[in-house]
């Protein structure tokens, strides 16, 4: 759809009343001549001021007018320009929410920039507007802030690790020094934004990177696609890939430290249409556990939470979707029954988490240390309680159901829908229903939402399709953030866990073995006290936690599994 026609800063002048016909007439003649802006060619004559400007494009037109020196800009935001195209525009990014960038320009009628930008970013662009000595001001600050982030990766070392043996970033060739670095800068962005994933992603005429941080997918930057074949090179190098392969997916790991902290980056690349599209899990090897009381779950499913892991004997799921938190409450677990009178020892890839007293495997595939393998020699190792970091098989589940049965605390990581969809998996996966019933003595289901930012919360009058969705009839208050500079404007800070806790008692295994319909046994567990998913949500969006969108999808994403 053609966008409709503008008017220009001269003609709003002149209805203002701020200058006259022939005043414009002749500041075009001499525009020609000299190439200046007009806004600037006005003030340098003495027809007018800036801040007359500034008021007529706020009072006539409704361009919001903004003091960049009073405001903090997310580097993540101001990096969706790039610089040269900031400066040729005298324009800098302020803010983000569902796909409006606010921009801070000296000339917010240049429907040229605009449209630079909006193709550019892929966002439609709202301009507010500043004196451009404030703006120029704002580049200056914030791009030479980007350029910090890149410098101190060189000079501080962060350090690469493969097998234990810590590369420097100059021994590792790469296409250039620039895309290297690129690379390294990333890294460290997203490493100290909290991001758990990073993408760099191919485009026809741009190369995108995207974070994920708290669950959400962002926009960080867009740069030119050249920088790609020197960031797939570093990669590729750093993770032991075969550089001259580009048609197969590779997958490989690293090691990163930082700060005096260690970090494992999870790495794959995939061939797209226009290129290689490179994923970074980024893994944080934490050395401090959160406490049961603090991951969310409801005190009544608290109780039933500590009965299972401190059982002596049999298996206890913790289930739900990659990234949803099932590692920090397997941990919190491992914490909660540590001493020095029970004998631990986990198998996991990577070793997240550094427990004193906890004997640690880490699975290595190029030396054949699979989870099968490293399974069997524990259980020669006499156990009181084995932890496994992810039951992704048939085998290694017949492993942990039957260690269960043979007088051992199973904790194990397991791809689930919910809690019934655990139960109902291990049969599809060809372990006997009699095996387990006879193991398994719990499941925990989870999810993670984003919880509400407490600098910016705000009180309202819960919607009609809200109520719908939290099967309420009468009026309620719910809570949201507004978006704030401690938020990066989403109204989101952190994540929170949904929980839903199944206990496995001698009635629920006798319900298993007359009947496997899923349904039937989920009515079943709820009549006997079990709280859903859904349930524990709805508690959470009414107690001001998370919000009822954050519920919604949450909700949507089971329906799609």
Do not use: W
Not at 67 to 96: F, G, M, T
Not at 176 to 200: F, P, V, Y
């Amino acid at each position: 759809m053609q966008k409709q026609k503008r008017k220009g800063l001269g003609d709003i002048l002149v209805e203002a009343g701020l200058i006259s016909k022939e005043q414009l007439d002749k500041a075009l003649k001499l525009q020609k001549k000299t190439g200046q802006k007009l806004g600037v060619l006005l003030v340098s004559e003495g027809i007018v001021t800036q801040e007359d400007i500034m008021r007529v494009l706020e009072e006539k037109i409704g361009v919001l007018r903004v003091a960049l020196e009073e405001c903090n800009i997310d580097p993540a935001v101001c990096s969706l320009i790039p610089e040269k195209l900031a400066r040729r525009y005298e324009l800098i990014p302020i803010a983000q929410k569902d796909g409006v960038l606010r921009v801070a320009m000296s000339d917010p009628l240049n429907v040229f920039a605009i449209d630079d930008i909006e193709d550019y970013t892929g966002m439609r662009v709202e301009p507010v507007v500043d004196f451009a000595s404030s703006i120029k001001n704002a580049i200056d600050k914030y791009y030479r802030t980007q350029h910090v982030l890149v410098e101190p990766v060189k000079e501080k070392g962060i350090l690469f690790k493969i097998d234990e043996e810590t590369i420097e970033l100059e021994s590792v060739e790469a296409e250039n020094e620039s895309a290297s670095m690129l690379l390294n800068s990333i890294i460290e962005q997203a490493i100290r934004n909290g991001s758990g994933d990073i993408h760099i992603e191919p485009l026809q005429n741009a190369l995108k990177i995207r974070f994920r941080t708290d669950g959400q997918m962002h926009e960080v930057m867009r740069t030119e696609i050249g920088m790609l074949n020197g960031v797939l090179a570093k990669i590729k190098a750093i993770c032991g890939m075969n550089m001259n392969e580009k048609a197969v997916p590779q997958d490989g790991r690293v090691k990163v430290s930082l700060d005096g902290r260690d970090y494992n980056l999870k790495v794959s690349i995939l061939p797209t249409v226009f290129g290689e599209k490179i994923a970074i899990r980024i893994v944080h090897k934490k050395t401090s556990v959160i406490p049961k009381e603090q991951l969310g779950i409801c005190q009544e499913d608290l109780v039933k939470f500590e009965r299972m892991i401190k059982s002596p004997k049999g298996l206890v799921l913790i289930t739900g979707p990659e990234g949803s938190g099932k590692t920090t409450t397997l941990y919190s677990a491992v914490s909660e029954i540590n001493s020095p009178n029970v004998h631990i020892i986990t198998i996991e890839d990577p070793v997240e988490y550094v427990i004193e007293g906890v004997n640690q495997v880490q699975v290595n595939m190029k030396t054949g240390l699979t989870y099968e393998k490293g399974l069997s020699s524990i259980l020669e190792q006499g156990p009181d309680v084995i932890v496994i970091g992810d039951i992704k098989d048939a085998k290694t589940a017949e492993i942990a159901v039957k260690a269960a049965m043979g007088g051992h605390l199973v904790l194990g990581a397991f791809c689930a829908n919910d809690t019934l969809d655990a139960v109902l998996t291990l049969v599809e996966m060809g372990i006997d229903p009699f095996f387990i019933a006879s193991s398994l003595i719990g499941v925990i289901s989870q999810r993670l939402v984003r919880k509400i930012c407490p600098n910016c919360i705000k009180k309202y009058v819960a919607t009609d399709e809200e109520l719908s969705l939290l099967e309420l009839d009468r009026p309620v208050e719910l809570y949201s953030g507004n978006g704030c500079a401690e938020c990066s404007g989403t109204g989101y800070k952190g994540k929170l866990g949904v929980f839903e806790v199944l206990n496995v008692d001698k009635s629920f295994r006798d319900m298993m073995k007359e009947n496997f319909a899923k349904e039937k046994l989920r009515k079943f567990c709820v009549l006997r006290g079990m709280k859903t998913l859904k349930e524990n949500a709805k508690q959470l969006v009414l107690e001001g936690k998370t919000t009822a969108f954050e519920m919604s999808r949450m909700l949507s994403f089971e329906e799609e599994l």
